[in-house]
T-cell receptor
Framework: AQSVTQLGSHVSVSEGALVLLRCNYS??????LFWYVQYPNQGLQLLLK??????LVKGINGFEAEFKKSETSFHLTKPSAHMSDAAEYFC?????????????FGGGTRVLVKP | DVKVTQSSRYLVKRTGEKVFLECVQD?????MFWYRQDPGLGLRLIYF???????EKGDIPEGYSVSREKKERFSLILESASTNQTSMYLC?????????????FGPGTRLTVT
């Protein structure tokens, strides 16, 4: 069975500082990996996805993530935090062998941006 | 632009009531999903469907059922609502063709059972 672990349920960063959100996964096959963002009282929106092409993936709003197979990690970064980045972030892995292409989500990391 | 809509943003029901949550997508997606979201637990899959009239249990199906009579619509049913079903419910859809199977989410329904 696949699983996703996000280290840290809450992260606080200063505006302009680096944002680093950690995600580790377990999967028996090469995975597809995703980062989603959820703003207050909204559904989830796709930030970026890894699909076995380039290991460094660029997404929307200045975010990027690097797939490291040896570390089974897919950490999300943004060089300079903005107040609008305050949200909850979810890492997910796709189960390609299962019908319906299910996603398994991590527990989420809530980001607080301090002025 | 894919659009997934959910019938209510906020819902308050009493214990024992039968509750229907509706989800509609406009992109002709084959796959549809129902999740519940609770603090610290992320999203947990309740049920999903990969075709009309087809359904499969997810990780936490107890106390729920689903219906998919038309491709664009996927309903979640709480047969007898209980207070431990107070949660945020999210619907999603995806297409299996072409990969990488990203899911598109609705805005969510925050259900309170009193």
């Amino acid at each position: 069975a696949q699983s996703v672990t996000q280290l840290g349920s809450h992260v606080s960063v200063s505006e302009g500082a680096l944002v680093l959100l950690r995600c580790n996964y377990s999967s028996s096959v090469p995975p597809y990996l995703f980062w989603y963002v959820q703003y207050p009282n909204q559904g989830l929106q796709l930030l970026l996805k890894y699909t076995s092409a380039a290991t460094l993936v660029k997404g929307i709003n200045g975010f990027e993530a690097e797939f490291k197979k040896s570390e089974t990690s897919f950490h999300l970064t943004k060089p300079s935090a903005h107040m609008s980045d305050a949200a909850e972030y979810f890492c997910a892995v796709s189960d390609l062998k299962a019908a319906g292409n299910k996603l398994t989500f991590g527990g989420g990391t809530r980001v607080l941006v301090k002025p | 632009d894919v659009k997934v809509t959910q019938s209510s943003r906020y819902l308050v029901k009493r214990t024992g009531e039968k509750v229907f949550l509706e989800c509609v997508q406009d992109m002709d997606h084959e796959n549809m999903f129902w999740y519940r979201q609770d603090p610290g637990l992320g999203l947990r899959l309740i049920y999903f469907s990969y075709d009309v009239k087809m359904k499969e249990k997810g990780d936490i199906p107890e106390g729920y059922s689903v219906s998919r009579e038309k491709k664009e619509r996927f309903s979640l049913i709480l047969e007898s609502a209980s207070t431990n079903q107070t949660s945020m419910y999210l619907c999603a859809s995806s297409s299996p063709s072409g990969g990488p199977y990203e899911q598109y989410f609705g805005p969510g329904t925050r259900l309170t059972v009193t």
